[in-house]
């Protein structure tokens, strides 16, 4: 069963930058996982950030395509996101997914969740 385990969360000043981990294990040899990140904050839907596919394409949403990236180290099987410039907006609990795909959109759907992260900007 594949698992997913976000890392790099926690307070950030308005401004900064931050680098979220997530880490794949359990991954079936030879199978093509689309990877990517998504965020929620309360009293919000769950909002797609980017994603990246296994051969490290990626692909980030418009309304943060200017600050974020997202990249993929195949050898250690974990997605990045690198976030920069970050605002109060961005405050949520950002999730990793996974799914055995060789396509990769935001609009697909996920099999694999990891349990999340929470990202807190401060002004």
């Known amino acids: 069963q594949v698992q997913l385990v976000e890392s790099g969360g926690g307070s950030v000043q308005a401004g900064g930058s931050a680098r979220l981990s997530c880490a794949r294990s359990?991954?079936?040899?030879?199978?093509?996982?689309?990877m990517g990140w998504f965020r929620q904050s309360p009293g919000k839907e769950r909002e797609g950030i980017a994603v990246?596919?296994?051969?490290?394409?990626?692909a980030v949403a418009k309304s943060v395509a200017d600050r974020f990236a997202i990249s993929l180290d195949k050898a250690k099987e974990t997605a990045y996101l690198q976030m920069n410039s970050l605002t109060s907006e961005d405050t949520a609990v950002y999730y990793c997914?996974?799914?055995?795909?060789?396509?990769?959109?935001?609009?697909?759907?996920?099999?694999?969740w990891g349990r999340g992260t929470q990202v807190s900007v401060s002004s």
């Open positions: 997914a996974a799914d055995e795909s060789w396509t990769c959109s935001l609009g697909q759907t996920f099999q694999f």
């Open positions: 990246v596919t296994g051969w490290g394409y990626p």
């Open positions: 359990g991954s079936t040899s030879g199978t093509v996982y689309c």
